[in-house]
Every structure is written in structure tokens, then in C-alpha cells.
């Protein structure tokens, strides 16, 4: 019987532009006390990539995502379907892994109404953090924020960078939903859509696990107050989209509702009462972006479900073939002086056709 613990760590990555990054994540799987039965690496159309890591890896399993699907929701699937182990986690490939990290994972499988579990991001800032950036709006370069658990608790998501599933969980929802997470510059929720998907599936719950830690590298291209506002804005539209998606599945965006009805009031008093202005302005700027984004979102959806759909007409039976008369061949020409002229044989219109 196979361990129950038993976890594979899955590893997806895109560009060579990261190969720092990319080895250092897998340096740091090494370190782990509970020690993955396998890592796999799954590089997203780009070959000459997966080729140097094979080189330089040779103990993990390196697949290529070459399917019609890129980012990083078919590129996790891809390297998920390699994993034999009733677990499954994955990090991503500007991480680096605590070495309790997936020990802290995999605790609370014990329970077996656990789906998945989550653990928390560390910034690592490779620029100064903005003097205004809100602690309440980490998510935006992909950092705990303030207002998440601070010990063990249950929640609705985690995020996909520090996760590990059930297999057989993960697999009967179909993984992640292709084509709707990261790809190029469009982000969408797709570990929140993932999260609600395998709870429904087996009604059962994920935890969060502050104890779990991965640092991420934050570029100085997200230090930008411009960055900041798209990454909301990209926000509210992913979240619409994620909802409808979701439609037959109740309060989708519950958590969302409470974060802007306490999470953020909280902070905004707090930032004004301490005298931290330029924080507050920053997170009105942030809600006012995805609210602006989300509007957008349900206006494109109801101009979509608007639009005249066009009935194809309703077939009717041919009305019966009516033979042709016989044919008559003309009467012989006549020609000048009494000649008559006898008809050629006629070539049919057919011949010679594809």
C-alpha cells in the first residue's frame, strides 16, 4: 500500500530569463525534511529550456508542455499527470521553499475531509517596497496580507504557488481550468477557481498553513504604483469571470465580500488614524481599479448573453423531382443552296470533373 503522505512536487516554468530562479526552487526542494517522492518540472513550449534542466537536473523528471494550451494552469496539468503519489504539490518557478515547507502541507491531510492545503508567501523585494504600498493588498505582487490566518485555519482558497492537493480530487475536477489562469499578461484567479471546484466535488474543505513558508521574488516592475492599479484592475475582471464560470456553485465570491467589508475598512481607518495617507489613498486607488474592472466584466458578459442569436431557418423537404421531358434534338440547320448540316454527337457537362 503506498504512503498516504507520499507527495510529488510539481514545477512549472516558462523562460530561460528565470533559470535563476528555477534552480534555486529546486535546490530548495532538496532541503526539505518530508522529502518529495518526486519533482517534476514542466516547461511551457520552450524546449531549449527543458533541455538545460535535464542537463543540470538529472534526478527530476522533466516533461515539456507542447499541447495547444499554454500558461500556467496547462502546464501545472501537465506536470501533475506525471505524479504517482496520492499527493501532489505545487510551487512555482520564482519561489524558494522553506524547509518545513511541505512537511507544514501535508500535516493536515490526516484528516481526510481535507481537499488541499496552502502555506504562506514571503515578499522578498528585489527593490525597496513602495513607501505606500497597504499591507492589505500583498495579493497584489503575490504576499500574505494582512487580514489572512495567522495559525492553522480552514479557508476557501490558497494560492497555486504553495499548494498541495489530492490526487484523485485534483484529477476528477479536471485540474486546472486550461486557458483561464496566467498566460502572457492576463492573469486570472485559477487557484480560487480550482479550490471551490475540488470542495464542491467532495464537500469537503482546505487549510491554511502559515507555517508553510515559500519567499517570492517581487520584481522592481511590480514596485510601480502603474503595476498596482492594473493588478486590481485585473482582479475585479478575473473575479467576474471566475463567478460565471462558477454559476451553478453558491457564494463563489463570498470571501471577496468580506474582505471589502471589513478587511479593507479596517485598514483604511487604521492608515488615516496613524497618519499613513498615502497608504489609504493607495488602497482606494486599488478597490476603485477592481471595481472599475469588474463593471467592465459584467457589462461585456451581459452584451455577450444580449446579442441576437441568429435561429438557423427551419429545414423543409425538397419539393419532388419532376422528371425532365424528354429531350428532342434540334431539326437539322439548313443551310444555303439546300445543304443540310447532320448533328455531332453532344459531350457531357460532366466529363472530366473533380
Known amino acids: 500500500m503506498s504512503d498516504p503522505a507520499a507527495v510529488t512536487v510539481a514545477l512549472a516554468c516558462h523562460s530561460a530569463e528565470r533559470l535563476p530562479s528555477i534552480r534555486a526552487a529546486i535546490e530548495s526542494l532538496r532541503r526539505q525534511s518530508h522529502r518529495p517522492a518526486a519533482v517534476v518540472v514542466a516547461v511551457d513550449h520552450n524546449a531549449a529550456l527543458g533541455a538545460v534542466l535535464r542537463t543540470e537536473f538529472p534526478s527530476a523528471v522533466v516533461v515539456g508542455n507542447d499541447g495547444p494550451d499554454r500558461g500556467a494552469s496547462a502546464t501545472r496539468n501537465v506536470a501533475a499527470a506525471r505524479a504517482r503519489t496520492p499527493l501532489i504539490a505545487f510551487l512555482d518557478d520564482d519561489e524558494t521553499a522553506a524547509p518545513t515547507w511541505l512537511a507544514g502541507l501535508v ?9 488541499g492545503t496552502g502555506g504562506r508567501y514571503r515578499p522578498v523585494w528585489n527593490s525597496r517596497r513602495p513607501f505606500w504600498f497597504p499591507d492589505e493588498f500583498g495579493w497584489v505582487v503575490g504576499a500574505h496580507y494582512r487580514g489572512m490566518p495567522t495559525t492553522t485555519a480552514r479557508v ?5 504557488g504553495s499548494m498541495a492537493v489530492r490526487a484523485e480530487v485534483f484529477r476528477a475536477v479536471g485540474g486546472f481550468r486550461t486557458g483561464f489562469g496566467k498566460v502572457g499578461d492576463v492573469s486570472r484567479p485559477e487557484d480560487t477557481d480550482l479550490c471551490i471546484r475540488m470542495a464542491a466535488e467532495r464537500r469537503g474543505h482546505w487549510m491554511y498553513v502559515p507555517q508553510a513558508i515559500v519567499d517570492h521574488d517581487v520584481p522592481a516592475s511590480r514596485a510601480s504604483l502603474r503595476f498596482f492599479a492594473g493588478r486590481c484592475y485585473a482582479e475585479g475582471v478575473g473575479k467576474i469571470e471566475m463567478r460565471a464560470a462558477l454559476d451553478d456553485l453558491p457564494d463563489a465570491l463570498g470571501d471577496e465580500q468580506t474582505y471589502l467589508t471589513r478587511t479593507v475598512p479596517l485598514g483604511l481607518a487604521r492608515n488615516v488614524v496613524t497618519g499613513r495617507l498615502d497608504r489609504a489613498a493607495a488602497m482606494a ?19 455577450t448573453e444580449a446579442a441576437p442569436r441568429t435561429e438557423a ?19 437539322p440547320r439548313t443551310e444555303a443552296a439546300g445543304r443540310t448540316r447532320t448533328p455531332r454527337p453532344r459531350i457531357g457537362a460532366g466529363s472530366g470533373s473533380a
Not at 107 to 115: I, S
Not at 285 to 303: D, K, N, Q
Not at 313 to 331: D, F, L, M, N, Q
Open 156 to 160: 476557501r482558497n490558497v494560492w497555486a
Open 285 to 303: 486607488l486599488g478597490i476603485a481599479c477592481a471595481a472599475a474592472g469588474a463593471a467592465w466584466a459584467s457589462w461585456a458578459a451581459r452584451r
Open 107 to 115: 500535516a493536515p491531510f490526516d484528516d481526510p475531509r481535507v481537499v
Open 313 to 331: 431557418a427551419p429545414r423543409t423537404e425538397a419539393a419532388p423531382r419532376t422528371e425532365a421531358a424528354p429531350r428532342t434534338e434540334a431539326a
